[in-house]
């Protein structure tokens, strides 16, 4: 499928905002954070909240897939797709209200977590789940994946923060999702037929809900159709109050938002509930002699009603220590153990912390039941307290390599790489170390290994096999070793979907997880809300098989001309450009990195989009246009209809290397500040990929006289130098200052050098 200019056209009428449908927008939208990879229609950026409701019309009216996106952090392939993407990152990110009394914040779904947090700060709230990736993810992200974190054994997940939410439906009309909707009935109306099933949710699934949804309450597969009832199978242990906490005397439509990856409307703005900030913590850090032994510890250590315990193990301490922008940080680590557990405390009396934390490796009368089990199986925990760290500043290191374990990860140099596949699993945390333990000897008998790390308080690890996908073999290691797990999963009463969504990864187990009828259900609700299926089609239980739509695939080629500078740590140009993992560390608001995306909001002038850029360069997987097609164009005059079209990064003039002069133009800006090299945690280099394409670039083009004049500006002073107060004067008048700036491309404003006579 494909929009067609004039289709766009009846958009832009109505439309303020950028509308991009060239190759190399598509190439900036086409991945996320996974290992997908799928061509978008186009891209729309909205400017307004009336432009993304115009954008949603266009698509009803037209049948065009849409799909609302923000940071493109996610990690399940949920926010590409054969769609018209919507950016709501750049534009649509005010937080509307502020209300520290009752504890709420109304925001728009562009707004990043971290920005939230930061402004509530001030009042001593916080938005309670937080996922590594806050800092740059957006909240429509957040609800969307409903994302969690470190700390959900508190704040349990994003469903549950989410009061109520104003939305774009399918056919463009709007509605809010909260209480006050419940007596609304069977008219014919897009929001009654959506409450329509809803009620039948309550009265005909109730059953089947308490009895075939998974045991873990850390459960984000299919919508969240339990919280309709109210119902959850269990709670997260620090959880105060009912959970989840709603009243089955109404009916809030808000929560089933959460985890629908933009598939059931598409959010305008938010009122999200806020927490009071500890205003203590203080961190254990404790060593174990294997990743099993520290997942049978958590039970244990729960007991003492930690806020937070995180698993990190031996592979991620040691690839820290390599990355030299991160082994600063590493100073609170001791020896080199297998693993650790970061065990957090929190309240408002720093000596009830440090005496909680003192006591970790010792024994607790209430966990006797649990260390006899453990003994009888044969399996000792010697945990053993090494560091505890009690300020900001010493927390914050040992916390942000936790964070960039995912980066630190996927910085190898090989084609073999840690894959997100089975990464977010839940597990009853009282099986976690059996889970650890079978998945351990499936990726044996497959010969491989993986990272193993994360949110062990709450049966979470996120689990990255180590494969090579643009090998056959590789994909069919990827695929038996996820039904294996899957299989293992469904034994322990756990869920394949906890936090980062289902999107394609997990999509084609949803019915497996709960079964037919639960399953018909949700299709019941989607096709209530979106009956063309409009709204970021083919995700979760229309999902694709997971192994296709790879981003390297066994398919997946690259031709890369010689290089002027050296790769070999890289093992190559590819390698280097290849290190990106899209993760979007890039895209954070503070910090060195990137200035360029942090001045514009560009995702094409982020480190990420720089790479994206020139990887499709090199894979040849976007085609240079047919030469009819580029005949066509010349004829084109650049009219504002055309620019409209092909918006930003479209080059008229040049339609055969469109990809190649976009990726030039988004070079062109990088600072080469080298803010990447040391915030980066894949380490990307790209001021000296830069230099590379730059060298490479002009080989075949002419370059511009501003390069000529900098590079000989020592000739030019020489010839200037006798004749200086001429030269001198003529450089201050206005009208010889545009002329200069028009010739060689400088800004008006820029004071230009004045000469000595010699």
């Not at 309709?228 to 009916?251: D, R, V």
């Not at 997971?546 to 190559?572: C, I, K, T």
């Not at 209809?641 to 080059?651: C, D, F, L, N, P």
Request: aromatic fraction near 8%.
């Amino acid at each position: 499928m494909t929009i067609l200019s004039e289709v766009a056209y009846h958009l832009k009428k109505r439309f303020t905002g950028d509308l991009r449908l060239d190759t190399a927008s598509k190439v900036l939208y086409s991945t996320d954070a996974s290992m997908y990879q799928i061509e978008p229609l186009g891209v729309a950026i909205p400017k307004t909240q009336d432009d993304l409701q115009s954008a949603v019309e266009f698509a009803s009216k037209y049948k065009i897939p849409i799909l609302p996106r923000g940071s493109g952090s996610s990690l399940g392939g949920q926010a590409i797709g054969e769609a018209l993407i919507l950016d709501c990152s750049k534009h649509l990110n005010a937080i509307l209200e502020i209300n520290p009394q009752e504890h709420y914040a109304i925001v728009e779904s562009g707004v990043v977590l971290a920005d939230l947090n930061r402004a509530v700060a001030k009042h001593g709230l916080m938005f309670g789940p937080d996922p590594a990736s806050a800092e740059r993810a957006t909240m429509g992200g957040v609800i969307g994946n409903n994302a969690t974190g470190a700390h959900s054994i508190l704040y349990g997940m994003s469903a549950d923060h989410l009061l109520d939410a104003e939305v774009i439906l399918s056919d463009g009309s709007i509605a809010k999702f909260d209480n006050s909707i419940f007596d609304i009935r069977y008219s014919n109306t897009r929001l009654s037929n959506i409450l329509s099933v809803a009620n039948e949710v309550r009265e005909n699934y109730a059953e089947s809900i308490k009895q075939n949804y998974p045991k873990s309450w850390r459960n984000s597969a299919g919508y969240r159709l339990n919280y309709l009832l109210p119902f959850s199978p269990s709670k997260p242990p620090q959880w105060i109050g009912e959970y989840p906490n709603l009243k089955p005397s109404t009916l809030n439509l808000a929560p089933l938002l959460a985890g629908s990856e933009g598939t059931l409307a598409v959010t305008r703005k938010m009122k999200v509930n806020l927490v009071p900030k500890p205003k203590h913590t203080i961190l254990g850090v404790l060593q174990y002699q294997s990743i099993e032994s520290a997942c049978d510890d958590v039970s244990r250590l729960l007991e003492f009603n930690p806020s937070a315990i995180e698993l990190i193990p031996q592979m991620i301490l040691q690839l820290a220590r390599s990355v030299p922008a991160v082994a600063s940080q590493m100073g609170w680590m001791v020896g080199n153990p297998e693993a650790v557990l970061v065990v957090e405390f929190s309240g408002d009396q720093v000596s009830a912390l440090k005496e909680a934390v003192r006591g970790l490796d010792t024994p607790s009368a209430k966990n006797t039941s649990i260390n006899s089990v453990h003994r009888a199986s044969g399996y000792s925990t010697n945990a053993k307290l090494v560091t505890i760290a009690e300020s900001n500043e010493e927390q914050n290191r040992i916390w942000n390599i936790r964070k960039l374990g995912l980066g630190i990860l996927d910085s190898r140099l090989q084609n073999a790489r840690p894959i997100a596949f089975i990464e977010d699993c839940a597990i009853p945390v009282e099986r976690l170390g059996e889970f650890v333990r079978e998945v351990q000897k499936i990726l044996h008998e497959h010969k491989t290994y993986a990272g193993i790390y994360a949110h062990a308080s709450g049966g979470c690890l996120h689990i990255r096999p180590v494969l090579d996908l643009t090998r056959g073999e590789g994909v069919k290691q990827m695929r038996n070793i996820v039904e294996e797990v899957f299989s293992l999963v469904m034994k322990l009463d756990g869920s394949m979907s906890s936090e980062h969504g289902d999107g394609i990864v997990s999509g084609e187990f949803i019915e497996r997880t709960y079964g037919k009828e639960i399953t018909d259900a949700m299709r019941k609700l989607k096709h209530a809300a979106d009956p063309d299926n409009i709204l970021n089609p083919k995700k979760l239980f229309d999902a694709p098989p997971m192994d296709l739509n790879l981003r390297y695939g066994e398919n997946y080629q690259v031709q890369v001309w010689d290089s002027a500078l050296h790769f070999e740590h890289e093992h190559g140009l590819a390698g280097a450009i290849e290190m990106c993992n899209g993760q979007g560390v890039c895209r954070k608001s503070t910090g060195v990195m990137c200035p360029s995306f942090q001045a514009s909001g560009d995702e094409g002038l982020s480190t990420r989009g720089r790479a994206n850029l020139l990887r499709a360069i090199i894979s040849g997987k976007w085609k240079v246009e047919s030469e009819q097609k580029a005949v066509n164009r010349r004829q084109l005059s650049v009219s504002s209809k055309q620019k409209m079209v092909g918006g930003e990064w479209s080059i008229v003039h040049r339609p055969s290397s469109e990809l190649e002069e976009a990726t030039f133009k988004s070079l062109d800006l990088c600072l080469a500040c080298k803010g990447c090299t040391s915030e980066c945690p894949s380490g990307v280099d790209m001021p000296r990929l830069k230099y590379e394409f730059m060298n490479h670039y002009y080989k075949s083009h002419r370059r511009p006289l501003r390069d000529y004049l900098f590079a000989y500006f020592h000739v030019v002073a020489k010839w200037l130098s006798p004749i200086a107060p001429i030269a001198n004067w003529l450089m201050k008048m206005n009208w010889s200052k545009k002329i200069i700036s028009k010739i060689f491309g400088i800004a008006e404003q820029r004071q230009l050098p004045l000469f000595i006579k010699k």
